[in-house]
């Protein structure tokens, strides 16, 4: 099963009819515990991370039949949610690096939302119910249910006061659609970080084998549009992962459906677009390229077909 998706939105709603949570920058992760077994944990494309999550196992509710919808988060060292901080653990397949890794930064299994429940579907119930079954069932540790507001405007204003990735506004009579982006769920996100598919990368001057750059682009009916180079970021242990995910995709052709922009395309080294990455930037020039665009990580839990459904 895949998760249902918010649409971005203009207005956060008012009115007794809508409920307002935290939105959380984290990876999206359906948990689904059956026949009395742990939790088997899926991304949002339905990729099993499980063994990347070892302090999510065996979960609060053991023997429970139980389907939830939440987001794993870390925290950095304000206390605050910090995507970056899950980066080294995305990739993780061996179970012993994966409790190493637990044990120095462990994350938190933030749960909005229960599907099914001891055998029950409970995706046809309106939302406000859902939510009584979720926080009757008494989560804790590394399983918590957030809080939920109904003064969204407020909410907004906190978030941004706190550094918050923003909110999402929920209709309390909506029944879950997986796989489905409602407007019935609606986000409003204070960071410009946006997800890009990658078709090119370039060595770091003086190189020929080390990362410098990516050429980022947005899936559109038309095809991939191309939106700028991305340079910042890639240092450390970013640059040598991401190369490592880009090597096994080479092409000889551009899979932009524009000309590049000559000073970006010479010495560029395409790729198929398959891979995405998180991109930070000050908006878009004229010219509709990023501003000051930031790397902020690779996306193994997003496909680019998923980048198109959300355009």
């Given at each position: 099963?895949?998760?249902?998706?918010?649409?971005?939105?203009?207005?956060?709603?008012?009115?007794?009819?809508?409920?307002?949570?935290?939105?959380?920058?984290?990876?999206?992760?359906?948990?689904?515990?059956?026949?009395?077994?742990?939790?088997?944990l899926?991304?949002?494309?339905?990729?099993d991370?499980?063994?990347a999550?070892?302090?999510?196992?065996?979960?609060?509710?053991?023997?429970r039949?139980?389907?939830?919808?939440?987001?794993v988060?870390?925290?950095?060292?304000?206390?605050?949610?910090?995507?970056?901080?899950?980066?080294?653990?995305?990739?993780?397949?061996?179970?012993?690096?994966a409790?190493?890794?637990?044990?120095?930064?462990p994350?938190?299994?933030?749960?909005?939302?229960?599907?099914r429940?001891?055998?029950?579907?409970l995706?046809?119930?309106?939302?406000?119910?859902?939510?009584?079954?979720?926080?009757?069932?008494?989560?804790?540790?590394?399983?918590?249910?957030?809080?939920?507001?109904?003064?969204?405007?407020?909410?907004?204003?906190?978030?941004?006061?706190?550094?918050?990735?923003?909110?999402?506004?929920?209709?309390?009579?909506?029944?879950?659609?997986?796989?489905?982006?409602?407007?019935?769920?609606?986000?409003?996100?204070?960071?410009?970080?946006?997800?890009?598919?990658?078709?090119?990368?370039?060595?770091?001057?003086?190189?020929?084998?080390?990362?410098?750059?990516?050429?980022?682009?947005?899936p559109?009916p038309?095809?991939?549009?191309?939106?700028?180079?991305?340079?910042?970021?890639?240092?450390?242990?970013?640059g040598?992962?991401?190369?490592?995910?880009?090597?096994?995709?080479a092409?000889?052709?551009?899979?932009?459906?524009?000309?590049?922009p000559?000073?970006?395309?010479?010495?560029?080294?395409?790729?198929?677009?398959?891979?995405?990455?998180?991109?930070?930037?000050?908006?878009?020039?004229?010219?509709?390229?990023l501003?000051?665009?930031?790397?902020?990580g690779?996306?193994?839990?997003?496909?680019?077909?998923?980048?198109?459904?959300?355009?």
């Amino acid at each position: 099963m895949r998760p249902m998706l918010a649409t971005r939105g203009e207005v956060v709603p008012p009115g007794e009819g809508w409920s307002h949570e935290v939105k959380w920058d984290g990876i999206r992760l359906l948990a689904d515990a059956r026949d009395g077994a742990a939790p088997r944990l899926a991304t949002r494309n339905e990729n099993d991370c499980t063994v990347a999550w070892p302090e999510l196992l065996p979960g609060p509710l053991p023997g429970r039949d139980l389907l939830v919808d939440g987001e794993v988060i870390g925290l950095d060292a304000r206390g605050l949610p910090d995507f970056g901080v899950l980066q080294d653990r995305m990739h993780v397949r061996k179970a012993t690096t994966a409790q190493r890794m637990a044990a120095a930064d462990p994350a938190t299994f933030m749960v909005f939302d229960v599907l099914r429940l001891d055998g029950r579907d409970l995706t046809d119930l309106p939302l406000a119910e859902r939510r009584a079954v979720l926080e009757s069932l008494g989560l804790d540790g590394t399983w918590q249910v957030p809080a939920a507001y109904d003064d969204g405007a407020m909410l907004l204003d906190a978030t941004a006061q706190q550094g918050l990735e923003g909110i999402v506004s929920k209709r309390l009579s909506s029944r879950y659609e997986p796989g489905a982006r409602s407007r019935h769920w609606l986000k409003f996100p204070h960071r410009r970080r946006e997800s890009y598919v990658v078709g090119g990368w370039r060595p770091e001057t003086g190189s020929s084998n080390r990362l410098g750059s990516v050429l980022v682009g947005e899936p559109t009916p038309d095809g991939l549009v191309y939106r700028g180079r991305v340079g910042s970021g890639i240092a450390g242990k970013a640059g040598p992962l991401l190369l490592a995910a880009l090597e096994p995709l080479a092409r000889g052709t551009s899979p932009f459906a524009e000309q590049v922009p000559k000073v970006d395309a010479v010495g560029t080294r395409w790729v198929e677009p398959r891979l995405v990455v998180d991109v930070e930037a000050l908006g878009r020039s004229r010219q509709d390229r990023l501003r000051q665009p930031a790397y902020c990580g690779l996306r193994p839990d997003l496909d680019p077909d998923q980048l198109s459904e959300e355009a």
